[in-house]
C-alpha cells in the first residue's frame, strides 16, 4: 500500500517536472519558436481558443514565425490577441497571414524575462511540494487507522522526502538552463 502511495507521488511530481518544463518553453528568448504562442487564447465566436488549433504557426527563419489562420475571417482576432498578450512583439497582417518578428531582447526584457522563469520554476516546485504534503498526510493517516507500522510510515515519508528532493532538483537544473537561454547575447 505505502509501495503504490510513493509511486503514484513519483507519477504525480513527475508529471509537475515536465508542466514547469513545458511552461518555460513558452518563455520568449532570442529565437523563433511555436512554442511562444502556446499560451495565446484568441476570443473565436465567443469562446476562448488556443491558438495552435486555430492556426498553423511556421518558423520559416530563426528570427520570424508565420500564423496562417484556417479561417480567414478570424485573421484580425488573432492579431488582437498577439498584441493584447505579453509577448511584447507587434504583427504585420498581409491579408492572408500573420508575421511576427522576434526582435532582439533587450537586457531589461532579458531580466525581466528571467524573472517569470523564476515564478515558473516556483509554482513547479510548489506542485511537487503538494504532492509530497498529500502522501504525507495519507501516510499518518494509515498510521493512525493502524494500516501501517510506524517504522514503515517512516520509511515511505523518507521516501517521498527524497522523491521531492530529486524532483525540485530537476526543475531548478530546467531553470538553470533557460535561464542561460534567456541571457545568451
Do not use: W
Not at 488573432?78 to 518578428?101: F, H, K, Q, Y
Not at 522523491?163 to 532538483?169: A, G, I, N, Y
Not at 537544473?173 to 545568451?184: F, G, S, T, V
Amino acid at each position: 500500500m505505502l509501495e503504490d502511495l510513493l509511486k503514484d507521488a513519483g507519477r504525480r511530481m513527475a508529471k509537475s517536472v515536465e508542466a514547469t518544463k513545458h511552461e518555460f518553453a513558452s518563455i520568449r528568448t532570442g529565437r523563433a519558436s511555436a512554442a511562444l504562442l502556446d499560451r495565446i487564447h484568441v476570443d473565436y465566436y465567443g469562446t476562448r481558443t488556443p491558438l495552435n488549433q486555430l492556426a498553423t504557426v511556421g518558423v520559416p527563419e530563426a528570427r520570424m514565425l508565420t500564423i496562417t489562420p484556417y479561417d480567414k475571417s478570424s485573421l484580425k482576432e488573432v492579431e488582437r490577441a498577439i498584441m493584447e498578450s505579453d509577448l511584447g512583439i507587434t504583427p504585420s497582417n498581409d491579408g492572408a497571414m500573420i508575421r511576427l518578428p522576434i526582435p532582439a531582447l533587450t537586457e531589461e526584457r532579458r531580466k525581466d524575462l528571467v524573472k517569470v522563469a523564476h515564478r515558473i520554476a516556483e509554482d513547479g516546485r510548489i506542485a511537487v511540494r503538494n504532492v509530497r504534503r498529500d502522501v504525507l498526510h495519507h501516510t499518518k493517516e494509515m498510521e493512525k487507522n493502524g494500516e501501517a507500522g510506524a517504522d514503515d510510515v517512516h520509511r515511505a515519508d523518507a521516501g517521498v522526502q527524497k522523491l521531492t528532493d530529486e524532483h525540485v532538483q530537476l526543475i531548478d537544473a530546467a531553470l538553470k538552463h533557460k535561464e542561460e537561454e534567456i541571457m545568451e547575447v
